[in-house]
């Protein structure tokens, strides 16, 4: 796959707007401002594909992406900003519970996003669940790398292993979308997930 081959192909606020094409999807996740469209055009090679810093208001779209013609590159809506409201709470549950619901034998990928510095929230754990209960094969990103020092790598990595209960072989990236540290692993982890 080659992912500088990316097009913007639409939002979907409705289950009646999703794609299930039988193209693999890569369900992209993560909570509001730990990076994930920084991560997305870092993956993409482009300054503004997805929208950095954009309105973490907006919680209630999926973007889709087609990447190289051959895959889907699902942007779902970032969560836990706290001043959402409760009403769009609401939406974005019941958009993620239509997303997971009947996806159709479709191969999907989630592609959990965490900040390496934290340990991951409760929201986090919840997608993680989500991902895990629908079957999909996981990737879990370690964003923003570049905020640690050396020494301070593993025992971060340890931890969001541990509360993730994260087994021997699963997928762990350590990421910057800000420098491109662990963009080929994470590129090669989601071309054999995409050959399976
Ligand atoms: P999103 O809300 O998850 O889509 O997050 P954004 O991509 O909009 O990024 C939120 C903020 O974090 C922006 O100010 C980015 O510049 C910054 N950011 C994203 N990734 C990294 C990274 O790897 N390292 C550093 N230092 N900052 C990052």
């Known amino acids: 796959l080659n992912f500088s081959k990316v097009e913007f192909l639409r939002s979907a606020a409705r289950c009646g707007d999703f794609l299930r094409d039988g193209r693999p999807q890569f369900a992209f996740a993560g909570r509001s401002n730990v990076g994930k469209s920084s991560v997305i055009n870092r993956l993409a090679g482009r300054k503004n ?79 993680h669940y989500w991902f895990r209960e629908s079957g999909c094969p996981e990737i879990i990103v370690a964003n923003k790398l570049d905020k640690l020092k050396k020494s301070q790598v593993e025992p971060a990595l340890s931890l969001i292993r541990d509360t993730l209960e994260l087994a021997e072989g699963d997928a762990l990236v350590p990421f910057s979308a800000e420098k491109g540290t662990g963009k080929e692993e994470l590129i090669g982890l989601l071309n054999a997930a995409c050959e399976e």
């Open 49 to 127: 594909l997805a929208y950095v810093g954009a309105s973490p208001g907006k919680t209630t779209q999926i973007n889709y992406f087609l990447v190289d013609g051959r895959a889907y590159l699902v942007d779902l809506p970032g969560y836990g900003y706290a001043k959402v409201s409760k009403a769009e709470k609401e939406r974005w549950g019941k958009l993620m519970e239509s997303y997971f619901q009947d996806k159709g034998g479709l191969i999907t990928t989630g592609v959990l996003i965490v900040d390496i510095r934290h340990k991951p929230t409760e929201n986090d754990l919840i997608m």
